[in-house]
């Protein structure tokens, strides 16, 4: 029994004297992530066509709904404002979604939120600090533009076309896809559920070639169109918490416009909530936050009501107009 409590008294004489030899700099202690469970998501508004009867800017529905099914609210991140409006609002909020549409890449005010964005998520990233992007479809090629510093896209003719991914080696090493469910790899492998709706993409070939994007996008996915071009589908990038699919993941659940050929299936319906989850899961990490509740409601989408189109496309759309800061700063141009 004595030779026990000596035993142990000398083991623990011989760490306290190792511990006391550390400076207690470097005594490292574990650092614990608060998880953020009220996240905020923001989405990039794009100009309407002009003459619009409704609004000035736009964004579709479908994504706002997208993103409150996984458990965010959302705030409309205005085009054309000054770069104060920007940076303040990134302090706010928890992540962005470039969503799709119409807009140039390089001359609108989409783009040019979409540019100011994009450097304070690399800004913030070098300093520690989460803030999650998405870019879907138009979105995702704006990140490829933006990273590779010209406009590289060519025609792939794959409007209104549903497939499986065609899944590049590896792809399950990737944050988006280590935690997926197998069911949910197997759905998006062997069904016809991305729905696309591009007539331009990032080719395979110029994707490899350009040295900006291949050093900062790790691919998961490539398709094929119509015209037989084949171009990346989904990435991420390797440093930073940016990602984008150059299909559709919101349309499965809450795009009904019967023109448009798109999977409603329990299994399409899914894979789509899987991708939800894991861009707001994205944003839990961020601690970003309104310096009041007042604020932060006054902020949200909820305080608009989205135009229904009752012509048989189901549509739902946010209009916001264009605020007199942004008139003041011409937001007509670059």
């Not at 879907?136 to 490829?144: A, K, M, Q, V």
């Not at 003719?157 to 069911?183: Q, W």
């Not at 998006?188 to 070939?205: C, F, R, S």
Request: charge should be negative; charged fraction near 15%; proline fraction near 5%.
């Amino acid at each position: 029994m004595e030779t026990t409590v000596l035993a142990k008294f000398a083991v623990f004489l011989s760490l306290f004297t190792l511990c006391m030899s550390v400076p207690f700099a470097e005594v490292q202690v574990p650092q614990f992530s608060i998880v953020n469970d009220r996240p905020i998501v923001g989405v990039a508004l794009q100009e309407t066509s002009k003459g619009s009867k409704y609004g000035d800017t736009y964004v579709s529905a479908t994504y706002v709904k997208y993103l409150q099914q996984a458990g965010a609210r959302v705030v409309a991140v205005r085009a054309g404002e000054p770069l104060e409006y920007y940076t303040d609002l990134f302090s706010k909020i928890n992540g962005l979604l470039f969503p799709g549409g119409g807009a140039s890449l390089t001359e609108s005010q989409y783009a040019r939120t979409g540019r100011i964005m994009y450097n304070l998520t690399l800004q913030a990233a070098e300093n520690g600090d989460m803030f999650p992007l998405w870019g879907t479809c138009l979105g995702f090629e704006l990140l490829n533009v933006i990273t590779a510093g010209r406009n590289i896209l060519k025609e792939t003719d794959t409007e209104n076309v549903t497939l499986p991914l065609d899944f590049v080696p590896g792809f399950e090493t990737s944050r988006l896809f280590s935690k997926a469910p197998g069911d949910i790899v197997q759905y998006l492998q062997k069904e016809p559920i991305t729905q696309n709706e591009h007539k331009y993409g990032v080719l395979v070939d110029d994707f490899n070639n350009n040295p900006k994007l291949k050093n900062f996008y790790r691919v998961m996915s490539t398709n094929v169109g119509k015209n037989g071009a084949k171009f990346i589908s989904t990435f991420e990038a390797f440093k930073y918490p940016i990602y984008g699919t150059q299909w559709h993941p919101e349309k499965n659940a809450f795009n009904w416009n019967p023109h448009y050929v798109i999977n409603h299936s329990e299994h399409a319906i899914r894979v789509a909530q899987y991708f939800a989850n894991f861009f707001v899961g994205q944003a839990r990490l961020s601690s970003h936050h309104f310096p009041s509740v007042e604020e932060e409601s006054a902020a949200l989408i909820d305080n608009y009501d989205p135009v229904y189109s009752t012509d048989g496309t189901f549509y739902e759309t946010y209009f916001l107009n264009f605020t007199r800061s942004a008139v003041a700063n011409n937001h007509f141009h670059m």
